[in-house]
């Protein structure tokens, strides 16, 4: 079906480059489903420092951080742009736990400049 939805992308919409889904942890999403289908892990600044709000929604309830994944359906020279982080606190947070064993695990991220902007 995912073959068959990005043929189908390239055919009929030429400004489609990108698709951007989540994958949600607190319900036991790991994401494994797009990386086998060559997606990509593209962290939103949650992801790499709890925010400040403790992830609360309008209603009240706390969230848990979804986990964003990309999909290069044609090439964007904005893209690295766009899905960069843009928060060099959240960047040096997120890098010192992973150095220590936290942070988050099995995204294949091993250097922060692959999420900054350029």
């Known amino acids: 079906m995912h073959a068959y939805a990005v043929r189908y992308l390239k055919a009929r ?14 319900a036991g999403h790991t994401g494994a489903l797009y990386k086998a289908c060559n997606w990509y892990w593209a962290p939103t600044w949650h992801r790499l420092r709890p925010p400040p709000s403790g992830n609360g929604s309008w209603a009240g309830e706390r969230q848990e951080v979804k986990d964003r994944w990309a999909f290069n359906v044609r090439r964007d020279l904005r893209r690295p742009s766009i899905l960069a982080v843009k928060d060099e606190a959240a960047l040096r947070y997120y890098f010192h736990d992973a150095n220590t064993g936290g942070g988050h695990q099995g995204t294949g991220a091993s250097n922060k400049e692959a999420f900054r902007e350029r």
């Open 13 to 26: 919409d030429q400004s489609v480059t990108t698709l951007i889904s989540y994958s949600d942890p607190a």
